[in-house]
């Protein structure tokens, strides 16, 4: 299997050497997702989820993947928030949660207006500590339990416990990322567009514009990060595609299995790890 398809060499060699390539980390999992980069230096570590096995995995630069968390409501997205807590999309309980310190679980969102929320898919947090999320019905099992008319982007203010609607014209919103300065916020439309839209986000926090970014060609976007030159990463049905600020193909990192969402970590930030159905790989990036 060729290890990338590249586009743009000459941007494409900035991104990753051709002499790398992905390294399978752990495999033999139910279906992956949500993988975050927890902590700073020497203790920090990856976790990511299992949602069929209800199982949160911690992964460390020894090279081992123990449990995290039993039990996790069919946990999907992760993220950390700025006080190193992390922030849990679960789709079983169908609302946004946050681990303590010492462990204890806090509900976040739950509701909007009284009804249930369909089933939160990713989240990211801004640097004013508002967390936005997506919720589409992909985690309900039953889509008769419904209770929100559509599919929506939210955005939570942890202090105030609003929870207001930022985007309601996405068919399926799914990966969600800032860009350096925050000031563009990418969602990716996992539905019949296939697409990445960007959005502008406003002083108060809300969303204008909703332009497409970039369309995928093989499967659908799913989880995304923008690395800090804006370059856009998404993962794919082939692997994850790196698009430039403007919104061109750079190329692609092919990985054996379809790709669901990665992240940058690392004791640098500078290996990039793939939740890949089964497995877990990752790749160094320059």
């Keep these: 299997m060729n290890k990338f398809d590249?586009?743009?060499?000459?941007?494409f060699s900035r991104i990753v050497s051709t002499r790398e390539g992905v390294e399978n980390l752990a495999a033999g999992f139910s279906?992956?997702?949500?993988p975050a980069w927890i902590g700073h230096a020497q203790d920090s570590f990856l976790v990511f989820s299992d949602i069929p096995a209800h199982q949160i995995f911690r992964w460390h630069s020894q090279g081992m993947a123990t449990v995290f968390r039993e039990d996790s409501n069919a946990a999907n997205g992760n993220t950390a928030d700025r006080q190193g807590r992390l922030?849990?999309?679960?789709?079983?309980t169908r609302r946004v949660t946050r681990t303590e310190a010492d462990g204890t679980l806090i509900v976040l969102a739950d509701k909007f207006e009284g009804k249930r929320l369909n089933s939160p898919n990713d989240v990211v947090v801004k640097s004013d500590d508002c967390i936005y999320f997506t919720d589409p019905p992909y985690g309900l099992r039953d889509r008769s339990?419904?209770?929100l008319p559509g599919h929506y982007v939210f955005r939570?203010?942890?202090t105030t416990g609003e929870l207001r609607i930022v985007a309601d014209d996405l068919e399926m919103p799914?990966?969600?990322?800032?860009?350096?300065?925050?000031?563009?916020?990418?969602?990716?439309?996992?539905?019949?567009?296939?697409?990445?839209?960007?959005?502008?986000v406003q002083a108060d926090g809300t969303l204008r514009g909703g332009r497409v970014f970039c369309t995928i060609d093989v499967?659908?976007?799913d989880g995304m990060r923008v690395d800090p030159a804006g370059r856009l990463f998404s993962t794919a049905g082939d692997g994850v595609h790196i698009f430039r600020p403007t919104g061109e193909l750079i190329g692609k990192i092919l990985v054996p299995e379809v790709s669901a969402n990665l992240c940058f970590g690392g004791a640098d930030g500078?290996?990039?790890?793939?939740?890949a159905t089964h497995s877990l790989y990752s790749i160094r990036l320059r």
């Design 31 to 34: 279906f992956l997702e949500g």
């Design 156 to 158: 939570l203010n942890p």
């Design 6 to 11: 590249i586009r743009d060499a000459e941007e």
């Design 174 to 200: 799914n990966g969600l990322c800032f860009s350096p300065d925050e000031k563009l916020l990418y969602i990716a439309d996992s539905g019949k567009p296939h697409h990445v839209r960007v959005y502008d």
């Design 219 to 221: 499967g659908v976007p």
């Design 270 to 275: 500078k290996t990039l790890f793939i939740t």
């Design 145 to 147: 339990k419904k209770e």
């Design 87 to 92: 922030i849990t999309c679960e789709h079983g």
